[in-house]
């Protein structure tokens, strides 16, 4: 079951996917993507259906799961990837705004967890898969709802992975850097190593298969973003106002 199926990652995902076998269970919003991607995986001859849902709502990607459920068997690997990027000045930033992004970010992944999580528990085997960011690690600039978005994808993921110790149910926390897709388009800030998609959907499936409990990637930026943890805060404000990934 992936999240966010219809464009960038997920698309890519449902794709590679369906190259290596496995059957899949598509989720967004936008129907006429879904339809196109489900026709292309049924291409590569395995079985692939859609359902249309906003993560925010609980019940509805809860039907969603059953209707996967109904039409493939059960669900062995979540990929909670739904998400929106956005710029955010901290002046311009307003309540609702955060609460959009957190919202999708994050309680979206949430009511996804929920609607997989009983079965795989009481099958003992499943995966869950995080779609986190490299923006988890610190805050950046002009990305506070962002960033906080990710750091709690990453907090929240990490919790399970402990609970779900001994359960047969593994998680999965992917923290990719910039990667071509609709969420990176059209923006004129410098994004350091951008990954073409196939690279990148390569990387996560491959993460995914190796049961990796994290994946931070691509190795050069993960490497600086996770050096980063280790500075002070005045040399990380200096560095970070100066590396601005927004316009
Ligand atoms: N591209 C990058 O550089 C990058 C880096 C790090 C992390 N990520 C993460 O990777 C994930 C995928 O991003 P992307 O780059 O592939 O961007 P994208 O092409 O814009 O894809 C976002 C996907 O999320 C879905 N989505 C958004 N809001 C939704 C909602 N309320 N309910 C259901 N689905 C929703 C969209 O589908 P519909 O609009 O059809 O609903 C779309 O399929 C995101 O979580 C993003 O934060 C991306």
Same mark, same amino acid.
């Given at each position: 079951?992936?999240?966010?199926?219809?464009?960038?990652?997920?698309?890519?995902?449902?794709?590679?996917?369906?190259?290596?076998?496995?059957?899949?269970?598509?989720?967004?919003?936008?129907?006429?993507?879904?339809?196109?991607?489900?026709?292309?995986?049924? =291409?590569?001859?395995?079985?692939?259906?859609?359902?249309?849902?906003?993560?925010?709502?609980?019940?509805?990607?809860?039907?969603?799961?059953?209707?996967?459920?109904?039409?493939?068997?059960?669900?062995?690997?979540?990929?909670?990837?739904?998400?929106?990027?956005?710029?955010?000045?901290?002046?311009?930033?307003?309540?609702?705004?955060?609460?959009?992004?957190?919202?999708?970010?994050?309680?979206?992944?949430?009511?996804?967890?929920?609607?997989?999580?009983? !079965?795989?528990?009481?099958?003992?085997?499943?995966?869950?898969?995080?779609?986190?960011?490299?923006?988890?690690?610190?805050?950046?600039?002009?990305?506070?709802?962002?960033?906080?978005?990710?750091?709690?994808?990453?907090?929240?993921?990490?919790?399970?992975?402990?609970?779900?110790?001994?359960?047969?149910?593994?998680?999965?926390?992917?923290?990719?850097?910039?990667?071509?897709?609709?969420?990176?388009?059209?923006?004129?800030?410098?994004?350091?190593?951008?990954? !073409?998609?196939?690279?990148?959907?390569?990387?996560?499936?491959?993460?995914?298969?190796?049961? =990796?409990?994290?994946?931070?990637?691509?190795?050069?930026?993960?490497?600086?973003?996770?050096?980063?943890?280790?500075?002070?805060?005045?040399?990380?404000?200096?560095?970070?106002?100066?590396?601005?990934?927004? !316009?």
């Amino acid at each position: 079951m992936i999240t966010g199926a219809s464009s960038g990652i997920g698309r890519g995902l449902a794709l590679e996917i369906a190259a290596r076998g496995g059957h899949l269970g598509l989720l967004a919003r936008r129907e006429d993507l879904l339809e196109k991607i489900v026709d292309e995986a049924k =291409k590569r001859n395995v079985k692939a259906v859609f359902a249309t849902a906003d993560v925010r709502d609980a019940n509805a990607v809860r039907e969603a799961a059953n209707h996967f459920r109904k039409k493939l068997g059960p669900i062995d690997i979540l990929i909670a990837n739904a998400g929106i990027g956005t710029a955010d000045h901290a002046v311009s930033l307003t309540p609702e705004h955060a609460a959009t992004v957190i919202g999708i970010n994050v309680l979206g992944a949430v009511n996804s967890v929920a609607a997989v999580l009983p !079965e795989m528990v009481e099958r003992k085997r499943g995966r869950l898969v995080a779609m986190s960011s490299l923006a988890a690690y610190r805050g950046l600039a002009k990305s506070a709802a962002y960033c906080a978005s990710k750091a709690a994808l990453t907090a929240y993921f990490e919790s399970l992975r402990i609970d779900l110790r001994h359960t047969g149910v593994g998680v999965t926390i992917i923290h990719p850097g910039f990667i071509k897709t609709d969420l990176t388009a059209g923006r004129h800030a410098k994004m350091p190593y951008l990954m !073409e998609l196939d690279d990148g959907v390569r990387k996560i499936v491959s993460a995914i298969e190796k049961e =990796k409990k994290i994946y931070a990637f691509p190795w050069q930026l993960a490497t600086i973003v996770r050096s980063s943890m280790l500075m002070p805060a005045a040399m990380y404000d200096w560095i970070a106002e100066r590396n601005s990934f927004r !316009e």
